[in-house]
């Protein structure tokens, strides 16, 4: 099936999504009652107690997806996957969720209210403890969420369990980094190795434990590049916990320089609700940008299906998606779609390489290789 790259292609996916419903149970008792325990819980059961709620009680909702129409192809596909899925063993979100084919064609054919396939990450990457990409996840997907799906129920009790688990994580963390203040530089240490311990792809508590153990180096007069010979594997757990984290300690080079630039115009997004819309497409342009194309796409995808027009601002929000896609290896989808897919894509290209080189950032680094 082709269609024209106008408002037709999304009518025509509007009208494939209604069908799609998925309407497995949640019993409400049931997560009332785990509510209780995983309240009474350490951080760190608290950490495997997510785990417990993806495998006992949100994946199989999810999987119920397999017996949809047959006609709905992704999502059945999806559902199957779900089934199949070893959950005692490791799990490759990415290539279960943004690099596969099926969930993507899953996100078009389901209702746009619906949050499964948002659900579906969600829940894997509770799987895997990753719980910092679960809540940007359902930050993403919550403001288009309706109300009467069993996975709009889902994305609520994530929210209701994360919200309970922030409130003893953030407290710790604060702890250390009031001890930081002060200059009790090891027992901050002592707070976020007792934190990793627990909740150990905790970006933000890796940061903070690099920073205070530079802070120590360079009170003792280590060179600046001593002091920052442990940032390597420290961005490393950063970004394998959050790719989106706002806040980096050290960026050399033109590309680090723009990436850490974009990160921290993350801090500015979402301050006025009126502006929700357009700080959403700058979220996913950010997210683009610093390669996370799975984010970037799933954004695209909503604000062309949720947005109004205006709100759209003249953006070819179904190219900006297909391109998110094609960089991520799924390039089937835009066969769905007439139009001259790599003429546009080439000028997205060229609009982001124009983009990063009339930055600031970027022309103060092209200016000091040239004095040197």
């Not at 047959?70 to 559902?79: A, D, M, Q, Y």
């Not at 209702?111 to 396939?117: K, L, V």
């Not at 996975?151 to 994360?162: D, K, V």
């Not at 109004?308 to 089937?332: C, H, I, M, W």
């Amino acid at each position: 099936m082709t269609m024209s790259l106008s408002r037709l292609s999304l009518v025509f996916l509007a009208m494939l999504g209604v069908g799609v419903r998925v309407q497995a149970q949640v019993p409400e008792a049931r997560f009332k009652a785990f509510q209780v325990r995983f309240a009474g819980a350490s951080m760190g059961e608290q950490v495997g107690l997510f785990r417990e709620w993806a495998k006992d009680q949100a994946i199989p909702v999810l999987a119920e997806a397999s017996h949809a129409d047959p006609k709905f192809e992704g999502v059945v596909k999806l559902g199957k996957t779900l089934s199949s899925l070893d959950l005692k063993g490791p799990i490759d979100v990415a290539a279960l969720t943004e690099r596969n084919s099926d969930f993507w064609r899953a996100t078009l054919e389901m209702n746009p209210g619906i949050p499964f396939t948002p659900m579906v990450r969600i829940a894997l990457h509770c799987m895997t403890g990753e719980l910092d990409q679960a809540r940007r996840i359902a930050d993403i997907a919550s403001p288009f969420a309706a109300k009467e799906s069993a996975q709009s129920r889902l994305l609520g009790e994530f929210r209701e369990l994360h919200a309970e688990f922030s409130k003893g994580f953030e407290a710790r963390v604060d702890t250390g980094i009031a001890l930081h203040d002060k200059g009790d530089f090891a027992g901050a240490i002592k707070v976020y190795e007792g934190v990793l311990r627990e909740f150990p792809k905790s970006a933000w508590t890796n940061y903070e434990l690099f920073h205070t153990r530079r802070t120590i180096l360079l009170s003792k007069k280590e060179t600046a590049d001593g002091a920052h010979a442990s940032w390597p594997a420290a961005r490393k757990a950063i970004l394998a916990a959050d790719p989106l984290y706002p806040t980096l300690a050290l960026a050399s080079g033109k590309d680090e320089m723009y990436d850490l630039i974009r990160r921290m115009k993350i801090h500015t997004i979402f301050k006025d609700k009126s502006k929700h819309a357009s700080d959403m497409l700058e979220y996913a342009d950010i997210a683009r940008d610093l390669g996370q194309d799975g984010y970037a796409a799933m954004i695209y995808w909503y604000g062309l299906a949720r947005f109004r027009p205006a709100d759209q601002a003249g953006r070819e929000l179904l190219e900006d998606f297909l391109y998110s896609l094609e960089r991520l290896g799924v390039k089937d989808i835009k066969e769905n779609f007439k139009g001259d897919h790599a003429a546009v894509f080439a000028k997205i290209d060229s609009k982001r390489r124009r983009e990063k080189d009339e930055s600031p950032v970027s022309k103060k680094a092209a200016d000091s290789i040239k004095d040197q």
